[in-house]
């Protein structure tokens, strides 16, 4: 499972212990996320079993992307994880485990 949490684009990388205190936006599965990746919706360089982070300039230009997969159910969970992030003005971190 890859988990994403919403995190200010100005905030430092949160120490491990720290992730509690950040808003959880939702997860993906491995197979979801690499039919996102073939979709072209997620770039191939985030690597699914590493920590990475999204800013909010990425998600905006994502958001507008998946606006061409209308009921795509991968699309829709990954539309939910961004929407949260963007209603609160903040990017995303990704913590794969």
Same mark, same amino acid.
């Given at each position: 499972?890859?988990?994403?949490?919403?995190?200010?684009d100005? #905030?430092? /990388?949160? /120490?491990?212990?720290?992730?509690? %205190?950040?808003?959880? #936006?939702?997860?993906l599965?491995?197979?979801?996320? %690499?039919?996102?990746?073939?979709? +072209?919706?997620?770039?191939?360089?985030?690597?699914?079993?590493?920590?990475?982070?999204?800013?909010?300039?990425?998600?905006?230009?994502?958001?507008?992307?998946?606006?061409?997969?209308? %009921?795509?159910?991968?699309?829709?969970?990954? /539309?939910?994880?961004?929407?949260? #992030?963007?209603?609160?003005?903040?990017?995303?971190?990704?913590? +794969?485990?």
């Amino acid at each position: 499972m890859l988990d994403f949490y919403v995190i200010p684009d100005s #905030a430092e /990388k949160p /120490k491990p212990e720290d992730l509690e %205190n950040l808003e959880y #936006a939702g997860g993906l599965e491995l197979s979801t996320y %690499n039919r996102l990746v073939r979709k +072209g919706l997620i770039d191939s360089g985030f690597d699914f079993y590493s920590d990475f982070r999204w800013g909010s300039q990425l998600l905006r230009h994502m958001e507008s992307s998946i606006q061409d997969f209308e %009921n795509d159910t991968d699309v829709g969970l990954l /539309k939910r994880i961004i929407e949260k #992030a963007m209603s609160r003005r903040s990017g995303l971190m990704a913590i +794969g485990d």
